[in-house]
């Protein structure tokens, strides 16, 4: 199993996304990154995790491997809808390795109706036992970063075993490249489905209506764009497609449980990943 001295031994720097004494965080394999987020490995200092950060919620899941004592377990965060606070890690918990998945990303590796895993922490092992077993194996007998993330790109890879509706991939495409700033109806109006055959297409693939998942980019757009002090309210409420102020602060309080002023007033307590859009 790798050591903490091993983070800084990676040389490969163009999959590295973020770095520091206590964690490195990187890109998949280019045939992954259009499922996969990001890998990372995190070996907890005292205050590593005791800022009780707010995760704003993007519709993406998680697997998370902690190292206990001698034991590794593995468990599934479901696609996210709700915020939550990340509180401290167990203090025996020696090492974290996660796998981030991208919106519908998870469904690829398990076929499973999305909707159910939503704001579900679940052990992986009951989910796919099988998947479960490989990815512990890979955390317990590598000995490097490069192994860790070759094995996962490999494994991942080898066990891509469904596909997606034929046109999901346009329809994120285009919602990304919008920031989320369109309408259930013109999305379903483009492709000539119903309003109701586009959410059944959410539910199953991404784990939320098409509705919540639009809001959901939208927020997720207005965090980036409120980190920068010259962009004013009404500035990001407009550039996000929100047709009044009032509605942005009402969408943006029902995402984050906090209005966009008390966002801004205390940004360092939140967490958003805009890397998953």
């Known amino acids: 199993m790798i050591a903490k001295k091993n983070l800084h031994k990676f040389e490969d720097k163009s999959r590295i996304l973020l770095q520091a004494k206590e964690y490195i965080c990187l890109s998949p394999h280019a045939n992954l990154k259009y499922y996969i987020s990001n890998y990372s490995i995190t070996f907890p200092e005292k205050d590593t995790f005791t800022n009780n950060y707010t995760v704003i919620p993007c519709g993406c899941s998680t697997i998370n491997i902690e190292f206990k004592g001698n034991d590794l377990i593995a468990s599934l965060d479901g696609p996210s809808t709700k915020p939550y606070i990340m509180e401290s890690l167990d203090d025996q918990v020696l090492m974290l390795v996660t796998i981030e998945f991208k919106p519908a990303g998870l469904y690829i590796f398990t076929g499973i109706d999305q909707s159910q895993l939503a704001d579900q922490t679940i052990d992986f092992e009951k989910v796919n036992p099988t998947l479960n077993k490989l990815i512990i194996d890979i955390v317990r007998n590598t000995q490097s970063i490069k192994e860790i993330i070759e094995g996962f790109d490999n494994l991942l890879m080898q066990n891509i075993c469904a596909i997606y509706h034929p046109l999901l991939k346009s329809i994120l495409k285009k ?89 801004q007033n205390n940004m360092s307590a939140f967490y958003n990943n805009i890397t998953k859009f």
């Open 175 to 263: 919602i990304f490249g919008n920031s989320g700033n369109t309408s259930v109806k013109n999305l379903a109006e483009e492709i000539h489905y119903s309003e109701r055959q586009l959410n059944r297409i959410f539910q199953q693939y991404v784990g939320v209506s098409a509705k919540a998942f639009l809001r959901l980019v939208r927020i997720n757009q207005a965090f980036k764009l409120l980190k920068k002090p010259y962009n004013s309210l009404t500035f990001v409420s407009d550039f996000t497609g929100f047709h009044d102020l009032s509605h942005f602060i009402r969408d943006f309080k029902l995402v984050s449980g906090v209005t966009p002023q008390e966002y």
